[in-house]
């Protein structure tokens, strides 16, 4: 049946950010990037405005008209590309606050998290990629980087290189009815969100400190690009401006260092407690010198080594990690107490 595009308008009107409009054009792949996204940050929604007849048009196009294209190769997008590495780091950065408790993480569940991000881009509209390339690139990327939460980028990177390289347009199947499609779309919905909802409710303390400490070595990049951070500082503020502006605050004015500061407390408390514990994981006191700090550290991973540790593997692999985090934590300089402004002129 054919689609209308007052109808595709409606449900872009409604649902947009849920994906609506998407399922109804048969669209599934870009409707669910929309669910887990909502909508692209609302950017993404937005956008499609104009885009919308070319979506209406594709969706009533005749079969043997898709199929003649499948031979060919899809032009080359740069939007696309960035959307790949940028939605890459989003799964990531999800994959790190909900699963980052599970042993080889870095190597199994980041790069899967990530190359699946950016294969899920590949699949909107009529084009895909090539599922085992991508992965691949993501696997062989991620022993680099073992153990760092900057691996989500290089991972994002190279997955995204190679789906654009092995580019195609999809096949043509046969149609599948509805209750088939939202059963597929919920399952991947579920597998999603599933374990970040368990992060959030069951081991809240945690979720957050994983979220401040992004937030900490996001803020931290700013200080090595003044522009970029006020261009990300005006983004961020952004929904609170404007709903200090929708309540009607006439006193509200552009200087933002009361909300940056209390962000940057928030973040600090929550590093402070991130090193506390990696005091007590290496048996040290608060005012143990790096080189103590460093003699504690190689005998607890002598003891712990998964390699002497053959009866016990598991547990030896959870406190050699341990152990391993603790050490990062407290050899990175500690920044001193004060605002993200104060940070920035030092």
């Known amino acids: 049946m054919a689609k209308g595009l007052l109808v595709t308008y409606a449900l872009w009107a409604v649902g947009g950010p ?40 594709q969706a009533n196009r005749p079969q043997r008209q898709r199929q003649s294209s499948v031979e060919r190769t899809p032009p080359l997008s740069f939007i696309r590309f960035v959307a790949q590495v940028i939605v890459g780091i989003y799964f990531g950065l999800v994959a790190l606050i909900s699963l980052s408790f599970m042993a080889n993480f870095y190597i199994v569940g980041l790069p899967l998290a990530v190359g699946l991000g950016v294969l899920l881009v590949a699949a909107v509209g009529n084009q895909t990629s090539d599922f085992k390339n991508t992965l691949g690139a993501a696997f062989l ?16 990177l190279a997955a995204s290189i190679t789906a654009q390289k092995h580019r195609r347009y999809k096949t043509s199947v046969g149609s599948e009815t509805l209750s088939v499609r939202l059963y597929r779309l919920g399952l991947a919905y579920l597998a999603f969100t599933g374990p970040l909802a368990y992060s959030t ?17 996001f803020l931290s990049w700013f200080s090595f690009f003044p522009l970029l951070g006020r261009i990300t500082e005006s983004v961020f503020l952004l929904p609170y401006r404007i709903w200090r502006l929708l309540v009607g605050d006439p006193g509200f004015s ?3 260092f009361r909300e940056w500061e209390k962000l940057y407390e928030f973040v600090n408390s929550f590093q402070d407690e991130k090193r506390q514990l990696a005091y007590q994981v290496l048996s040290v006191s608060e005012g143990a010198t790096n080189e103590e700090i460093h003699r504690r550290y190689r005998e607890l991973v002598k003891i712990w080594h998964p390699d002497h540790n053959r009866h016990q593997t598991e547990e030896a692999q959870r406190h050699f990690l341990e152990i391993q985090a603790a050490y990062e934590a407290l050899s990175q300089p500690r920044k001193p107490k004060g605002s993200w402004r104060s940070s920035q002129q030092h």
Do not use: Q
């Open 201 to 217: 409710f069951c081991n809240t303390a945690a979720t957050l400190s994983y979220v401040a400490e992004t937030l900490g070595s």
């Open 254 to 256: 552009n200087n933002s």
């Open 141 to 156: 990327i991620s022993p680099i980087f073992y153990g760092r939460p900057i691996a989500i980028l290089p991972i994002s």
């Open 18 to 57: 849920a994906g609506l409009h998407h399922l109804y054009l048969g669209r599934d792949t870009h409707a669910l990037l929309w669910m887990l996204t909502l909508g692209g940050g609302g950017l993404g929604w937005l956008w499609e405005f104009w885009k919308l007849p070319s979506f209406v048009a």
